[in-house]
């Protein structure tokens, strides 16, 4: 069996100096007073950070038509108006995982958030916290596991775990995460090769952080970003780096100054999911599942969750939308675990469409990572009320009081 590695996680955050002040963090009133739903939220983030920063969240993969199908799976699926019902007590809030939520949706995992606003990851724990919903921490983020569970003020937080080939390395993460004290437990299993996105070598980005003659225009182009974001990392932690990753040794994917890292997953199977099982002693998911198949093993294995992702649209190029395999998966498991959709959601009408097909609640990443861009914390606690508020009047039209009432009489699903 492999023996715990123990990493220094006291040299992944050193103490601020005077100058982190540089650019003091201050939300965007005017910027978030124009931004009415979370394609304004979009557009305002893309138009304030750098475009590769932007593009390397934003965009999917090859010719990008998993990213457009996971549109067009919810704008496909239509919803029928409940009429003569009294909705006036109507409520969004929800029990995830046997506890209670302000809605049935937790953020996903973005490893990106620290470059999109300062301290990001931070941000978004803080408005998760605020907002009543879970945080999910990506393991490629800016900030370390247990800052970001500091930040969290105890609320509701879980851990997504790339697993590495160093397969020690990742189990040391795991009991992190744990002794923070991260809830519940997301295995990502659809990332078995590296994605094809081209638009990060046109544009010269790469994470870890390096610079480069693309990289350093686009940036110039950019100050509020520059000033606001890039420099106040650059003065408290130096160029930005991937905060969980180890320091020494490894091969693979280079996480500087540091430690190399094999990042490849074409070597997990169900063994690693069961090591894991066994060692984590709360809630665990996994997080890419497409296949019916793959879902009973999941029950099998004595899983809690599964998350049926396409990874939005960011890893195989032609995969199917999340929203149109969840009734074959459902119709598989049952209630035997919790079905969890992610990849798309950009509407409160989504989460309801979702949860009438059969979800118990969803996964969004981009709709917080836009707000956070914009306006740190408020930013994201924005993102979330243009969320919930619209999934609110969704409720009031189809005559439903509550989460539990939402049900396939709500839809209409155009037939093959």
Not at 152 to 166: I, P
Request: hydrophobic residues 45%; positive net charge.
């Amino acid at each position: 069996m492999n023996q715990p590695v123990v990493i220094d996680t006291k040299t992944a955050t050193p103490a601020a100096p005077p100058l982190a002040a540089i650019a003091p963090q201050k939300a965007q009133a005017g910027v978030l007073s124009r931004c009415h739903n979370i394609a304004d939220l979009r557009e305002a983030s893309r138009r304030r950070l750098p475009k590769g920063v932007f593009e390397f969240f934003d965009r999917g993969s090859e010719d990008e038509i998993a990213l457009r199908g996971n549109r067009e799976a919810f704008h496909n699926v239509k919803m029928r108006n409940k009429v003569l019902v009294d909705v006036s007590e109507r409520t969004t809030a929800a029990t995830l995982l046997g506890k209670p939520a302000t809605m049935p949706l937790a953020i996903a995992p973005t490893g990106v958030a620290g470059v999109c606003w300062f301290e990001g990851e931070l941000a978004l724990a803080r408005a998760a916290a605020k907002f009543g919903v879970p945080f999910t921490l990506a393991t490629p983020s800016l900030s370390t596991i247990e800052s970001v569970a500091e930040a969290g003020q105890g609320a509701r937080q879980w851990f997504q775990l790339y697993m590495w080939r160093e397969r020690d390395l990742s189990h040391a993460l795991v009991r992190r995460a744990q002794d923070a004290g991260f809830e519940t437990l997301i295995l990502t299993v659809d990332t078995a090769v590296p994605p094809v996105r081209e638009y990060n070598r046109r544009n010269g980005f790469s994470m870890p952080f390096t610079m480069n003659p693309k990289a350093l225009v686009d940036m110039s182009l950019h100050p509020h970003w520059l000033f606001q974001t890039m420099a106040p990392h650059y003065f408290k932690y130096g160029m930005p780096r991937l905060a969980n990753f180890p320091k020494d040794g490894g091969s693979g994917v280079a996480n500087k100054p540091g430690r190399i890292v094999n990042q490849r997953g074409d070597n997990l199977t169900w063994e690693d999911v069961k090591f894991l099982r066994d060692m984590w002693k709360g809630p665990m998911m996994i997080k890419g599942v497409h296949l019916a198949e793959d879902a009973a093993r999941a029950v099998t294995e004595g899983l809690d969750g599964l998350v049926i992702s396409n990874h939005g649209g960011r890893n195989l190029a032609t995969a199917v939308a999340s929203l149109d395999v969840l009734p074959d998966i459902k119709a598989k498991v049952g209630d035997k675990l919790k079905v969890i959709v992610d990849s798309g959601i950009r509407r409160g009408s989504d989460i309801v469409k979702a949860l009438a097909l059969g979800a118990d609640f969803v996964l969004s990443g981009r709709p917080t990572l836009y707000g956070a861009s914009v306006a740190g914390e408020e930013g994201a606690l924005h993102a979330l009320r243009i969320l919930r508020d619209e999934m609110d009047s969704t409720m009031g039209f189809i005559g439903c009081n509550n989460v539990s009432e939402i049900g396939p009489k709500a839809v209409w699903v155009p037939k093959a």
